[in-house]
């Protein structure tokens, strides 16, 4: 690029340190709609790409929408920095090359076999990075190592749920007990820089160009829809759709132990879900406050990979009480196993539509408190919501994650019925 010529673009404050940042390997922007990440992102490329010749890949989940988005975003942001003479565009292969050599080439997701290759690219950008696979991500960091240049890779979304890869990545995975960052930090102080990853946090506020009807728009979105209001005007991670439990409430080990000691003729259940490679282990500890419709679960077993007799191990202390435990009836060997160990297992009942029944079972506890110590039923139960079909509309035995703790309840509750008190029998003991 000629030396002499100069320049001139307008850049949004929130923005300048960003562009011009080439110090990390992973750039993480999130935030709400209209605040020029995407824009940013792509004068970030562009200007780079003109002071080094650089190969960069442009990533979505599916490449039809490449065109429409990132591919017509660089040209915009090539005509406002007037450097139309020293970068040209192509179409078929979808390409931008520059003068001195750069290039940006485009790939989607949806077609893995084309990424099998990252030779020369020591740059990626991958828009709208919450709807890649987490495997398509790990396929990209993987492969990204050019033996000469610095390697960075930039990703670009709107919050999504926090049960979406990129949150659990970047921020916390409370299942796998992994913790990187508190996302409210980021609210707060905008930009974060840890573990060689630049955090950037950008809401509509911080872009001067957008017209003032689009912000009315999106302040709007407040009163009729409050998750897209989250998502969309404040830029913050949360939940998605519609809570299953949305009476589901967390305490204190100790305050909750205390609470369930002065329930009058309290109700203790027990219930387990089978898993092993894939799937996960779970059983609980419930009881129940039948006259105040509340459901406590205060104790947990959760694991994964394991066989029956090493399970057998962690959860001994069951044959010592002879507590009843309410299986998967879908896994009679394992039960039968259980049996000969001296467990006190039973089979539940399954039959047509029960996942649905015993899903409504559980919502029509007026509160469902799980101690902290149960990390994992936490994390399973307290953003849980339900999946929806093509047309919006509810799925009733459907959700967004596979919860296990959940299903263990739903075995606990084997013979309960919210409204119907029935008779108890069995040993339980509280732990």
């Known amino acids: 690029m000629d030396d002499t010529k100069q320049v001139n673009f307008a850049l949004n404050d929130h923005f300048f340190d960003f562009v011009d940042d080439w110090n990390h390997r992973f750039y993480l922007l999130t935030g709400g709609y209209g605040s020029s990440k995407s824009y940013h992102v792509a004068v970030k490329l562009i200007k780079k790409l003109l002071e080094e010749k650089r190969k960069a890949l442009v990533v979505r989940e599916v490449y039809d929408t490449i065109r429409d988005s990132c591919f017509d975003l660089l040209q915009e942001v090539v005509t406002a920095m007037e450097v139309d003479d020293y970068i040209s565009f192509t179409t078929s292969p979808m390409q931008v090359r520059f003068q001195n050599g750069s290039k940006i080439i ?18 990626v950008w991958i828009e709208e990075c919450s709807e890649v696979k987490y495997a398509g991500f790990k396929e990209i960091t993987g492969r990204l190592r050019h ?28 299942k796998e007990k992994v913790f990187i960052l508190d996302d409210e930090e980021l609210y707060r102080k905008r930009i974060i820089i840890k573990n060689k990853t630049y955090y950037h946090h950008s809401t509509v506020d911080d872009n001067f160009f957008v017209p003032k009807d689009y912000i009315e728009q999106l302040d709007d979105l407040e009163k009729h829809d409050p998750d897209l209001y989250r998502i969309a ?21 100790e305050k909750g132990m205390e609470e369930i000691k002065k329930i009058k003729n309290p109700l203790l259940k027990n219930g387990m879900d089978f898993g092993f490679v894939v799937s996960y282990n779970a059983l609980l500890r419930l009881a129940i406050d039948h006259d105040n419709k509340i459901l406590y679960i205060y104790w947990e077993y959760y694991s994964k990979g394991k066989d ?20 998967d009836c879908a896994e009679p060997k394992a039960i039968k196993y259980y049996k000969q160990q001296g467990y006190r297992m039973k089979a539940c009942k399954k039959f047509q539509g029960s996942r649905a029944m015993y899903t409504k079972k559980v919502k029509r506890f007026k509160k469902i408190i799980c101690l902290d110590n149960c990390v994992n039923t936490i994390d399973e139960l307290q953003d849980l919501t339900f999946k929806v079909d093509k047309d919006g509309e509810i799925i009733e035995d459907e959700f967004n994650i596979d919860p296990h703790t959940l299903s263990a309840i739903w075995y606990a509750l084997d013979d309960y019925e919210v409204s119907n008190l029935k008779q108890h029998s069995g040993v339980s003991i509280l732990k």
């Open 106 to 123: 485009f790939k989607g997701m949806d077609k893995p076999a084309k990424l099998k290759s990252l030779n020369g690219v020591s740059i």
């Open 147 to 174: 033996p000469t240049l610095s390697n960075h890779i930039i990703l670009s979304t709107n919050p999504v749920s926090k049960g979406n890869w990129c949150y659990k990545y970047f921020f916390q995975d409370k």
């Open 233 to 253: 005007r404040k830029g913050r991670f949360g939940v998605n759709g519609l809570l299953v439990f949305p009476q589901f409430e967390t305490m204190p080990y």
């Open 308 to 327: 029956d007799t090493e399970i057998d191990k962690d959860i001994a202390e069951f044959k010592q009480t002879q507590e009843i435990i309410k299986a």
